[in-house]
Nanobody
Framework: VQLQASGGGWVQAGGSLRLSCAAS????????MGWFRQAPGKERELVAA????????SYADSVRGRFTISRDNNKKTVYLQMNSLQSDDTAVYYC???????????????WGQGTLVTVSS
């Protein structure tokens, strides 16, 4: 199983980025997908998650209303649209997959390699 995250980069505060995570080696539609992030000196946190068929989502309070998670099961890809970025959003972002529909922060089995997002104020 491979999860390949991309789309990170440098952006000014207030700007936008879209992260993508392409999955291979698994039946994508059987897995809930999540985006996590880890900033320097901080614990990893769940940013957004989506159930198997996009009927359920969850967001961290800090990003709700600014970030949107979506998925394309035909392309085996999950996205994270990030708008109104703030310096506090600077982190390495990871995508992850877990079997089933849950959108909690636990029991993720597969992880991508991470993509760095830097927001400059």
């Amino acid at each position: 199983v491979q999860l390949q995250a991309s789309g990170g980069g440098w952006v000014q505060a207030g700007g936008s980025l879209r992260l993508s995570c392409a999955a291979s080696g698994l039946i994508f539609s059987n897995y809930a997908m999540g985006w996590f992030r880890q900033a320097p000196g901080k614990e990893r946190e769940l940013v957004a998650a989506m159930g198997r068929v996009a009927k359920t989502t969850s967001y961290a309070d800090s990003v709700r209303g600014r970030f949107t998670i979506s998925r394309d099961n035909n392309k085996k890809t999950v996205y994270l649209q990030m708008n109104s970025l703030q310096s506090d959003d600077t982190a390495v972002y990871y995508c992850a997959a877990k079997y089933g529909s849950g959108t909690t922060s636990t029991h993720y089995t597969y992880w991508g390699q991470g993509t760095l997002v830097t927001v400059s104020s």
